[in-house]
């Protein structure tokens, strides 16, 4: 059974209500949807963290801050999220609910209402955003997009991509880049802004003890932005064919090599066989229980570590791993081996049985924390699916290891990407 409930607003805007008894906390999460495109990643990246900086009846971040600390120690979050090639300005927002309180209440109300003013009413100047604000955020922006190549595994996993979907938009990285930054200002941003409010899909989610009329009626009356007729979520093309197997080495101050392979699956989150692929998925390379794990790592001791993971939106699967410059073509060969063995049929029950239970508890783990289960409903209806936990669950819990080997057949190497010290 689905226990999140969709309700139209008005062309474009919907709310998402999950009424649940479990959680201590109202939460309430906005997403706005745009496709990712190189013109646009950078300005929809630093959009949000401008928006956090002030708003009508509350100026500053000091101002922000005491508003939320006088709702009982409330909290915020703000971002970008990639999900395929949609890039999704997302806010957060958690306030306790009304019952743990002593006072009249209405807590859901207020939170829902500074959520509205946070990101439509943003503080002005002169009628454009404040050119301070958008200068410190540009200048925090710039830092995490340099900070990138800081985590060497993360920077080896997002250089696969990119060399593996050079031509799609795909490859556009989810924080923008330093050259489009440089050309932003509070009055393009602010038009910018501008056209995104008015163009822009938007999902509201609600969540805990909560009456859906009652979210509704409340969330209609402060959400009633004027948007264009035609709005359209994002899509994000699958590609199926590979030409030629791509070979990217680079070079960087590194004290371990990053070996990331990047694979097409061919599958989409709408197809029956994308639930045969997350289990295919776990036997490679999903834990202690894998075969990369137990081959190339345990038993060979080629790699620090190394696992496999799936981009479901794009229908990527990424091997990742680290290890010894000069263990490059065993771990590689080694690799390739154990993704053969599943394609030949070379399952042990242990492994098949493992991954069924490892993906299961990590369903069920979702659904003690609300943001997770948002965010896993907000995955669902960007995928164009329409799976419960229980559904997803039960959807795994029937793939065979017939089903496994068959889908195996589909899969196949797009890019070795190789990072490695400098010579």
Do not use: W
Not at 17 to 25: A, M, R, S, V, Y
Not at 78 to 97: A, M
Not at 175 to 187: K, S
């Amino acid at each position: 059974m689905n226990i999140v409930k969709k309700l139209n607003l008005k062309e474009g805007i919907n709310l998402y209500c999950i009424p649940l008894e479990k959680f201590k906390t109202y939460t309430v999460s906005i997403f706005i949807h745009r496709q990712l495109t190189k013109e646009n990643a950078t300005r929809n990246a630093l959009l949000p963290y401008v928006l956090r900086r002030g708003c009508k009846g509350f100026p500053n971040s000091q101002a922000i801050a005491e508003y939320l600390e006088n709702l009982y120690g409330s909290a915020f979050d703000c971002g970008i999220n990639k999900k395929g090639e949609s890039q999704i300005l997302y806010f957060s927002f958690e306030v306790i609910d009304d019952q743990y309180i002593s006072n009249d209440g209405g807590l859901l109300k207020k939170i829902l209402e500074f959520a509205q003013t946070l990101v439509f009413n943003p503080i002005t100047e002169g009628g454009v955003f404040k050119k301070e604000y958008v200068e410190q955020e540009k200048e925090k922006l710039r830092d995490l997009i340099k900070g990138l190549i800081n985590n060497k595994m993360v920077y080896a996993v997002e250089r696969c991509y990119q060399e593996m979907c050079k031509d799609e938009r795909f490859s556009i990285y989810e924080l923008g880049n330093i050259e489009d930054l440089e050309l932003i200002d509070e009055r393009n941003l602010y038009e910018y802004y501008t056209s995104v409010i008015r163009s822009s899909p938007v999902d509201i989610f609600v969540t805990g003890r909560i009456n859906e009329e009652e979210v509704y009626n409340l969330v209609k009356s402060l959400f009633d932005i004027n948007l264009e007729q035609k709005l359209e979520y994002p899509s994000t093309e699958i590609v199926s064919q590979v030409k030629s197997v791509k070979k990217i080495d680079e070079e960087l101050e590194v004290a371990q090599g990053k070996l990331s392979l990047g694979f097409r699956t061919k599958v989409s989150p709408r197809d029956r066989d994308y639930y045969s692929l997350i289990v295919y998925s776990g036997i490679l390379g999903g834990g202690p229980h894998s075969k990369l794990f137990n081959n190339v790592r345990e038993k060979l001791s080629l790699a620090y570590y190394v696992f496999s993971r799936l981009e479901k939106f794009k229908g990527l699967m990424l091997v990742s791993s680290g290890i010894e410059v000069q263990n490059y073509q065993k771990a590689l060969d080694e690799i390739l081996k154990q993704v053969d063995e599943i394609k030949n049929g070379n399952i042990t029950d242990y492994e098949y049985e493992s991954t069924i239970n490892s993906s299961i508890n990590s369903i069920r783990s979702l659904t003690d924390n609300a943001f997770h289960m948002t965010d896993y409903y907000l995955s669902q209806f960007v995928g164009g699916t329409n799976d419960s936990f229980e559904d997803l669950i039960q959807k795994i819990s029937l793939v065979t290891k017939e089903d496994v080997i068959s889908v195996a057949q589909k899969i196949e190497l797009d890019t070795i990407y190789f990072l490695k010290n400098k010579a």
